[in-house]
């Protein structure tokens, strides 16, 4: 059995009947290193592109190529090291979709690295809590998929195998990895930091009094992102972006005009008024999926509480199905209500206001990290954007406080914004550590040790996201187009929108409809057997994003898909997935170290410009398209020769 024979490189214990050793001193150090770093290059991307992508497998690899350094090592370290990686890339999506908001819309004047701490540190343990019961539920009871967890599971058995050509694997992956970091970071600075070429390809044409926008950002890392997320959501991504940017726009020009360029005509009608369609979208989307996965998860967690009863009533349980025990993962939440509490009590006007606002976020946030976890085990993590949820609690908390406090109220949308960065860290928590679970069920892992090192993953990147942000307010201004922050652009929206009466209720209602229209083809799609689905979510993220940031995620997509037609194989698309995760990274820690020297010296013009070089940047995303196609056709040509 997986887990508990001799997986190490080198000799373990005799007797097969023990088992591996998990939480190591040098694991435990690995995983710190890895969830800072990880949740850096996340947060970064999460503010770029308006979406992250899951850093298992890349963990994974890193882990067995830095642990095979070491006499010993085994699988059950490896899963160690990416359970507390995964956790800390997962908890800067929370963070950076919605903490940012709060300096956007003027109620802090520079980011509060202690609050940014405490709101990440508590919303992350929150969601590593709720996602303790759901184990059981999710995994063992309704054996969801959770196609990320087995896809790191199967790394980490061939990486551990015990053969030559097995280490010789995770070596050449480790390269592939080391490669694409270094060639995404080269391009990073030489666009970010030296302006060789501009980030994007953009433009605009009429069509009578039609405004018709287009644009390609010259990213890899974006490329990387379609890659991952595959064929069927980047399509749908990109078909939102044709919604706002081919039909919503022309439309709107066509009725009431615009004046001056095109282009800057495009970008300022969709920023002022079609990006709210996507803000209905997601809010539809977010209750659609609360209603749709209500049932089967109350099901789940009933069966979960009944297995937690035999244990009390004297059932032992096996090592691999040994959770924290739910009375402490009660006493830990309620302990955390304290500290919820003082964060909303230092902004509302009443304590009675801020127990209200504690409860209301609690069961918020439960149920939609409920939500997120079950959702990540139908179509994977990096296919679960926690947009909609976080944009419904964030309207729903407004109301409310409005109800309240009465319009115009600044403290009124900075409680909302609080209400939905604990609730989005706990859900981006929860659908990433499902995942971690399914890959520890299917290697023999203890669950409370994997659990552990989930809080010890949380607490690493929630000491290092403040300094993130700071680093990069710095250099790029957050909010600015060069990082634009989509989601906590809307988070500012929708609840100063709220509280200032200024929110374009029509362009709310309409992207409603709109995302009804869409989840009633998907209930169809499903129903008809189709393998192409189409979930609202994905769909109201490409809406609500520019179309420079759609169309790379759009040609990734493509390429993972010309791919599998090409006859990608399992070993290919391993490395085409290393391959993107490398990209992602190194343009991510580059566009931090870039921002360094403009942070430490306070001087936005610290990096010297060089003119006459754009038509570099072209070229090389061209070049990075071919290396994709290439590196997925590689093993095909071994395989025929064979």
Partial sequence: EIGTGDWSSDVCSSDLSKPLPEITVKAVFLGIILSMVLAGANAYLGLFAGMTASASIPAAVISMGVLSLFKKHNILEDNIVQTAASAGESLAAGVIFTIPALLLMGYWETFDYLEIAKIASVGGLIGVLFTIPLRRALIVEAKLTYPEGIATAAVLEAGNAKSSGAEDEVQGGLRLLTLASVSAALMKLGQQGFALWHSAMEGATHLGRSVFGFGMDLSPALISVGYIVGRNISI?????????????????????????????????????????????????????????????????????????????????????????????????????????????????????????????????????????????????????????????????????????????????????IMVGAVVCNAAAIGGDNLQDFKTGHLVGATPWKQQVMQVIGVLSAAIVLGVVLDILHTAYTIGSPTLSAPQATLMKAVAEGVFQGNLPWDMVIMGAIIGVIIIALDIRQERNGSDFRIPILAVAVGIYLPISLTTPIFIGGMLAHFGDKMGATDSTRKKGLLLAAGMITGEAIMGILVALPIFLTADKDWWPNYDGFGWLGPILVVAIAIWFITTLKADRTQVGEN
């Fill in 236 to 416: 749908l991504v990109f078909t939102g972006g044709l919604i706002s940017w081919f039909f919503a726009i022309p439309i709107y020009t066509a009725v009431y005009g615009y004046e001056g360029d095109a282009l800057d005509a495009a970008n300022t009608i969709w920023d002022t008024k079609i990006r709210y369609l996507g803000v209905g979208a997601m809010v539809v989307g977010g209750i659609w999926s609360l209603i749709k996965l209500f049932k089967p998860l109350m099901i789940g967690i009933q069966a979960s509480l009944k297995a937690y009863s035999k244990v009390q009533s004297g059932e032992e349980l096996k090592r691999e199905e040994n959770d924290i025990p739910i009375k402490y993962v009660a006493i830990a939440l309620l302990v955390l209500m304290i500290p919820v509490f003082m964060i909303y009590n230092d902004i509302l006007p009443t304590p009675q206001l801020a127990i209200l606002i504690t409860i209301i976020m609690m069961v918020f946030g439960f149920f939609f990290s409920a939500v997120a976890a079950y959702m990540a085990g139908v179509v994977g993590s990096s296919n679960n954007p926690i947009s909609g949820v976080t944009v419904a609690t964030v309207l729903f908390a407004s109301l409310l406080l409005l109800a309240i406090l009465g319009s115009g109220s600044l403290q009124g949308a900075a409680a909302a």
